[in-house]
Structure formats: structure tokens, C-alpha cells
């Protein structure tokens, strides 16, 4: 790979994944490290990555009668009390206002961690009837949970999320909801992040404060290691119990109702970068990527190289391809290199010889080939190549993935795999201990309970295997 | 006007208006209380209005070259000191963190009131050199000012707004920003929210804290007081100096850039809703409003009606208008008087007859008016309609805000005006204890300075005017 005045270095992503990481997110301008400690600052490259995800989301949440609201980002810290689990989870990670307008405020309040009870709260004046239910919103927002050890995108003490919070009048309704929103999780990540997941249950441990149930999702990482990418909850009469949402039934009763809620942040981000990227940096899917093609003239001072450029850039545009065209000062070898490091699925290289022919090249960042196309509809061949570009690597990361999955029957086993960066895939017999010592032995943790029953013995105590669980060690 | 099952009343827009805005927000539910006094709950109703706020504000900031990002919520207290006047301004509102993590922090964090200082300190590091400017960078975010006397929209301690923050390389390209930024501004006002404004430059007392120049858009309320849309600043090099926002200039010179900021918020929504709200409730501009047409059947159980409104219903979807079917089991009466008070621009009306006149019958929220249409073709009618209705919605308020922009030459004259409900012209020697004076005298403030200087002689000193003046009640 020429390096050409090349910008910037990245470290081996073989080598050192975690620099790689720290690498690329920075000197690809995703983001930058804030005055206070474990925030970030979502630079334009990596928002408008975020902005995509947010309308691709919110497409699927109107399809789904979601209706976007704003709650208040300050919760009275009485509030977090009201559901036992749910305050033992949060109260160590809020960060707390004492004082606001000069004064010391006569109660403290916490800035959203989740917001399950300050909407509960609202719920429970909203809601009177049956026929006020369902109740379906989200909220995009900013929440703060006070971390140790911090990363951008995947561990910030401020992240962007939407949260949605939905109220039911029966069990099976809610809990249909909540696999219902899963399975939106699950094609969302196929489709616009083109990337894998594994979807279930998950263990009483690894559950939501608070929740009956917490569903989650998990790709794996280029290092083997599981990302946690959105959570769906089942919270039962829980919250409705603490927050008093109740309505009047069909049958005159008044009753509680059964609440969920569902949350992916900006943790996508990193996961989107850990399951793509290689050497030369990011590989953005096209379906999110800031910029879907970017335009390299070749001699740019030729005549009329610069004017086609723009031509097509102007093509691309109103055929709704997000486009830009590089003609900075740089070489064209420079420019492919920053280019590449960006991630950018399809530049096309443009010189006069090219014109002549009528023709331009176009190269795909995620396998690196070069096709020629016809400059007469080469907005066509972009958009099919942007297609094929999706499809390509969620199949790559899909196979992957398969690939790391194995079965260990013993914590040697899964030790062993784990060490080798797999997903693995156990019984167990379904106690806390066992899991516990999973963690202990090999510091993998339950990601979620396998869909398929196929084991037979607990991987740490031999017993009978009540579930089959995919342990992996997380980020 | 038929009450035929209405259910709600709302005060008597005339007779006390605060009570009327009050009763409008919460009854088409645009807006809720929080737990936490002075904080609001945005509900669907109101966050749509917000979501196409933001979508038509975006297309105008992306058309200026500028991008967006995101910075932290929370900014050390010693950043907010570094710009004397800035934490002058702010410090009296602020909303403090001490605790985080289960911990006392070494600093005081402060929830942003405003975000100069964090993302100063962040251009301040990004910026090197000439080549980098101009930056454009604009947030849409949550900030915080602990306030007294709160009202949904207008004051809240909790706020949605964006904050546009940009650097140039001189003092006349930062300047001519600040004036094309309040340019944008009043153009948005008037084709999207149909709302004239007057727009010109803050006197010293009005202006930011921490500005150079502060530049407002001021709009004229049904009561004839004037609401602050939007502002812009040319900060000069204050916030460059606090925060050391330097660049290697052509030349071979290190300089301080020049820098801008620009905000309007949910007051807008508001705005709005003073503006255009009449006797029925909300009257809501076509561009903004989430429901731009709603269907209502006549005789929905005739056969054939409720298919003819669900068609098209489809076809104003498919033609861009935000269309609903109003099915429900309500009498057409309840529906007709529920859609206007929640402002809806135009009412199609659909019953056997018309299906079988191969017509429909749309009545505009704003004059009341009825006409008939061609079923063939609606959309186009409705769309017309909507763009009619956003003209003239437009032009009476200007037509009202300027039959009521009078002049005064004296205390007196200026009292009794705006105890009308008029905005007033009057002359100013520009010194801070006649700007007192007034307020002292008429309740009324400085708006903007009138951007054509036309009296001789100070309304209050009677010395020579130095400027005149758009003196009003404000929000």
C-alpha cells in the first residue's frame, strides 16, 4: 500500500486492536476525548453516521405505531428508589444536581441513567382506560451513567440512545412487544449496520435493573470479543406497581398494566467500526455511511476532468447518493489513502483517459476490486455496487461469526476457545455459582441463552443443563 | 360554534390569554408538566412540531456549509469563569452536579446553560491554521437555566434547542456570519412557522452574556407582546482569548480567530402558538403542523365512504401531505371541533353525497372557509390549500404587527401604547438609565434597535436619539 504523504498512521490491527481502535475513531475524526473524564465529543463524521442510524430507526419505529416524546432529563432521586431492583442497578452510576439557580435544591436529582421512571410517572397520569392503551413512544436522548473505565462510542459516561417505553393491558401483549422490538433490533443491524447479531434471553445476571426479562443482542467483534448492541426488556407489572399506571379494563377492573422498554445508543458506532474495520481503518456499511462514494479526479488539471467530476457528483446527488468530490490539493494517492482510512464503501477514480472513454473505475472498500463502469449511468452501477457492498459484508461477518461459534463441554474447553477470540456455545445448569465461575475461570460472561436447547451438562459443575448459554467475553 | 360533545373548554383567548395559552398546550396535549418544577414533558403532539422544525432548520443549515455534532452535557465550573461576562450571565442559573459515581467530584460540573466554553475548548484544539477556517458547527441538544417563573414552550428550566458555533479567520466574515445566521432565521420564520418578525441588534443590556453584538428576531404575540425567536451572536475574539481558539494565519502570524454563535429553541413552538392561536384553540402553519390534513367521514357506515377516505388518505401520503382518518367513533360535530382546537390547517370533509358528486368539501382552519373539490385530484387542491393557507396565515400577522408598531415621544405616549398591545417606535439617547427608565415606566424593553433611525429626540431624556428603538412587553 503506497503511503504516499500519507497522513496519518494506524496500529496493526492485528497486533493491537485496542489501539487500532483508539486509532482509527480519532484520526478518522469520529470523535474526540472531553474536558471531563469519560465524555466524548461526537465529531461531524462520526454524528452524521448517528443521524443515519437515527432515521433509518425511527422508519421502522413509525412502522410500528412508535410515536417520538421528550421527557425531562432530571429525575427526583425518591423516584429511583421505587423499584428495589432498579436503584440497587442505577444509584451507583448517577451523577446527582445538589444545586441549581444558586440554591441547594431541597431534594437531589439524578440525570437520566434510563428513563423508565420518570416516563412511568407520566404514564401513570396519562393513562385511565383501555382504550388509552397501548401506549408506544420513544425518546431520542442524551443519558449519563458514571463509568470506571471508559472507551468512546462503546463506554461513556454521556451516550446518545433511544429509548422506547411501552405500556400493554396484558402479559402476552407486552411480552410480544418486546420480541417484536428485538426482531426490529435484529433487521436494523442486518440491514444498515450489515452486521450479524445473535439475539435471546438473557440471565438473571446480565438482566436489566428492574425488568422480568432482558432480551438482548450481540455481534462479535473483530477480536472474538461479544458486543452488547440493544436490549429489549420485559418489565412485567414492575414499574407499573412502583409508578401506579393503571387502567380501567373492559370488565370494570382496574388494573396494572405491563410495561417494556428497548434502547440502542451510540455504542452502535463502535460496533459498526470493530465488526468492519481492517488494516487501513474504517469500512462503513452503505446504508449509514456519511459518505456513500467519494469522487477522485485523476489530473484533475487536465480540461474538462474537474467539470465531468462535478457533473457526476450532481448525478450521484439527485439520485440519491450521498456523494463528494475530492479536489483538494492532494495527490490522487493521498486522497485514496484518507479515503480508505474513512471507510467510504465506493470510490470512483475519474482521469481524462477515462472520459475519453467514456468510462470511470470504481473501487470497493470492502474487498479492495476495481470495475469499470460506463460514465452514462454510473449512478446505477453505484447504487447496485453500494447494494452488493451490504450484502457482501454482512455475509463475510456473518460467516465469521459462524465460523467462532464452538461447544466446549468443559471450562478447559471454554477457556481455550474463548482465549482464541470464539463465541462458545455450553450448557449449563442454571445456577448463579456456575456462572460466576464461567467468569472467574475464563472472564467470559453469558451473552444470551442459546434459542436451541442442544447441551446436556452444566460446562462448570457437570450437573444437568437446564439452558444452553453463547459465553463470550464482552466489551 | 356547535358544542355537540365537545369535550374540553378552553378560556377565552380575549379575556385572559395566559389561561387560554395554558389550556391549549395541555389540552392538545402538545405539553405536560414535569415532576420536577419549571420542567416539561414534550408530547408527541408537540415533539412532531419540533422534529419538522428541525428538519426544515437542517436543509437551511446544511445549504450554509454547516455540519453537525454533539458535545458533552456537562462543562467544568472553571471553564464557565474564563469569559468574565459569559459566567456573569450564566452562573446565576446553573444547574450544578457535585456528586457522580457515588462520589464528590473534585469540580463542580454545570449542566449547559449554553455551550461556548466546551466547544471553545475544542476548537481551541482542532484549529491550527487558516486552512482550517471558517469551522461550522451547529448541536441540537438539551440545555438547562434555572429559572423563577416557568411557562411550557417559553421558559422552562429544561429546554430543546440548536446552538450554532462557528470560527473565521476576521472580524468581517464572523460579522457577516452572524448577520446571514439572522437572515436564515427570519426567512425560516416566515416561510416555515408563517410568522414576520422584526429583526435587528440587541442593545448592551440585552445581549448575551459574553457577546460583542447580539442580533435578535422578534415576533408579535395575539396580546400584542413581543417573544424572542431567535438570536445570533458576534462573540469577536472573547471567546477566542478565554480559550485560546488561535490559528497560523497566510501571513506566518498567530492569530485569534472570530467567532459566532446562533440559537433558536422549543420557544418557537410557542411562538406558534401566540401568533396564529385563536378563539378555537391552535392554528398551526402548514410546513410544521404533524397533521396537515385530516379526513373526517360523514356518515361513515354509508357504504363505500370509509374506503373512498381510506384511498385517499393513501393519496395524500403518497403526494407528501401529512394526511389522517379521523375513524373513530365520535359524532363528525366532536371530530370537527377536537381537529380545529388541535389547529389542523385543512378538514376534509367526505360523505355519501360528495362520494357520489365525485367531490369533497375541505375547510381551512384559518378562515374558516369552506370550498368544494374534485375527489380526481385532491391532493393537488390540498396541497394548493396548504400553501394558500401558510401565505395568509403570514400575512395577517404581518398585517397585524404592523398595524401595530406605533410611534411615542414620550413616556406617556409610549405607556399608553403599550398597555394596547402595540410594539413602539421611539427615539433613544443610548444610555443604560433611560433604557431603565422605560422598563421602570411601561414595563417595556429595548427589542431591537430599528434598523431605519427616524426620531430626533430620547422618549425618555428628550436629548438628542442617538438610535431608535422597537421598545415592547416581552415574554
Known amino acids: 500500500m503506497a503511503k504516499d504523504n500519507f497522513v496519518e498512521q494506524i496500529a496493526d490491527i492485528e497486533k493491537d486492536f485496542p489501539q487500532w481502535y483508539t486509532d482509527v475513531v480519532v484520526k478518522t475524526k469520529l470523535v474526540d476525548y472531553g ?19 437515527q432515521r433509518e430507526m425511527d422508519k421502522r419505529f413509525r412502522a410500528a405505531g412508535i410515536e417520538n416524546a421528550y421527557f425531562p432529563l432530571l429525575i427526583p432521586m425518591s423516584f429511583m428508589t421505587k423499584e428495589a431492583e432498579h436503584v440497587e442497578g442505577f444509584a451507583p452510576e448517577v451523577a446527582v444536581v445538589t444545586h441549581a439557580g444558586g440554591e441547594k435544591l431541597a431534594e437531589p436529582l439524578v440525570i437520566r441513567p434510563t ?3 420518570i416516563i412511568g410517572s407520566m404514564y401513570s397520569k396519562w393513562i385511565q382506560s383501555y382504550r388509552d392503551l397501548p401506549v408506544l413512544m420513544n425518546q431520542w436522548a442524551n443519558v449519563m451513567r458514571w463509568e470506571k473505565t471508559t472507551r468512546p462510542f462503546l463506554r461513556t459516561s454521556e451516550f446518545l440512545w433511544q429509548e422506547g417505553h411501552t405500556v400493554h393491558a396484558s402479559e402476552e401483549e407486552a411480552m410480544e412487544m418486546t420480541l417484536k422490538m428485538l426482531g426490529v433490533y435484529e433487521e436494523f443491524a442486518a440491514t444498515c449496520l450489515a452486521m ?6 438473557k440471565t438473571e445476571k446480565e438482566k436489566f435493573a428492574g425488568a422480568v426479562a432482558t432480551f438482548g443482542m450481540e455481534a462479535m467483534m473483530h477480536d472474538g470479543k461479544s458486543l452488547q448492541a440493544g436490549t429489549t426488556h420485559y418489565l ?4 407499573a406497581k412502583a409508578f401506579d399506571i393503571k387502567f380501567l379494563d373492559k370488565d370494570g377492573v382496574l388494573k396494572y398494566g405491563y410495561t417494556t422498554s428497548f434502547g440502542v445508543s451510540t455504542r452502535l458506532i463502535g460496533a459498526i467500526i470493530m465488526t468492519h474495520g481492517d488494516a487501513r481503518g474504517l469500512v462503513l456499511p452503505p446504508v449509514v455511511a456519511p459518505v456513500q462514494a467519494v469522487i477522485v479526479p485523476i489530473a484533475a488539471k487536465k480540461e474538462g476532468v474537474l467539470e465531468a467530476c462535478r457533473a457526476l457528483k450532481e448525478r450521484l446527488a439527485a439520485a440519491g447518493v450521498r456523494a463528494v468530490l ?10 485514496f489513502n484518507e479515503w480508505e482510512m474513512k471507510g467510504v464503501p465506493v470510490r470512483i477514480e475519474l482521469g481524462p483517459r477515462d472520459l475519453e ?18 460514465l452514462a449511468g454510473a449512478e446505477e452501477s453505484v447504487k447496485a455496487l453500494l447494494s452488493d457492498i451490504s450484502h457482501n459484508m454482512y455475509a463475510r461477518a456473518k460467516a465469521r461469526m459462524e465460523e467462532r461459534i464452538v461447544t466446549a463441554s468443559s471450562l478447559e474447553e471454554l477457556l481455550s476457545a474463548v482465549d482464541k477470540g470464539n463465541f462458545v456455545r455450553a450448557g449449563w445448569c442454571g445456577c448463579r455459582a456456575c456462572e460466576d465461575r464461567v467468569k472467574e475461570f475464563a472472564q467470559a460472561t453469558a451473552r444470551v441463552l442459546d434459542k436451541e436447547h442442544t447441551q446436556t451438562t452444566c460446562v462448570a459443575c457437570g450437573k444437568k ?3 444452553t448459554v453463547i459465553f463470550a467475553r464482552a466489551y
Request: with cysteine; net charge negative; hydrophobic share 30%.
Open 357 to 374: 472513454a467514456g468510462k470511470c473505475l470504481l473501487a470497493r472498500r470492502d474487498t479492495h476490486e476495481k470495475t469499470e463502469c460506463a
Open 196 to 201: 450479524p447479531v445473535l439475539t435471546g434471553r
Open 115 to 117: 428513563s423508565e421512571t
Open 236 to 239: 412485567g407489572q414492575n414499574f
Open 326 to 335: 475530492d479536489d483538494s490539493e492532494n495527490s490522487p494517492g493521498w486522497k
Open 35 to 53: 474536558p471531563v473524564k469519560g465524555t466524548m465529543v461526537i465529531r461531524p463524521y462520526g454524528y452524521a453516521i448517528w443521524e443515519n442510524i
Open 465 to 467: 443443563a437446564e439452558s
